[in-house]
Nanobody
């Protein structure tokens, strides 16, 4: 049974930073691509960062490029999301997701396992 547990969310002022962490258990973590998605109230879930199994390839949409950084530590079965220069529109529940196979995707239905989410609120 795969478990993904996110942490690090909270309340931060606009312009501030947060670092989200996701701890994985139950599978060989290094074989899976990982991603962070977010979902704001009334909006669709969107991918904000994705990373291949090796960490060699990453993806960011334009809305977060140059502000967010995804990384992973396969020895610790963990993936991280460093979020800088936060804006009020970044407020959402952030989810960690795991995808079979090594290639990342920004398509939510292609991910097999999901965490419970962590709330990020950015005050303006």
């Amino acid at each position: 049974q795969v478990q993904l547990v996110e942490s690090g969310g909270g309340l931060v002022q606009a312009g501030g930073s947060l670092r989200l962490s996701c701890a994985a258990s139950g599978r060989t973590f290094s074989l899976y691509a990982m991603a962070w998605f977010r979902q704001a109230l009334g909006k669709e879930r969107e991918c904000v960062a994705a990373i291949s199994w090796s960490g060699g390839s990453t993806y960011y949409p334009d809305s977060v490029k140059d502000r967010f950084t995804i990384s992973r530590d396969n020895a610790k079965n963990a993936v991280y999301l460093q979020m800088n220069s936060l804006k009020s529109e970044d407020s959402a529940v952030y989810y960690c997701a795991m995808r079979k196979g090594g290639a990342y995707s920004d398509y939510a239905p292609s991910y097999d396992y999901w965490g419970q989410g962590t709330q990020v609120n950015v005050s303006s």
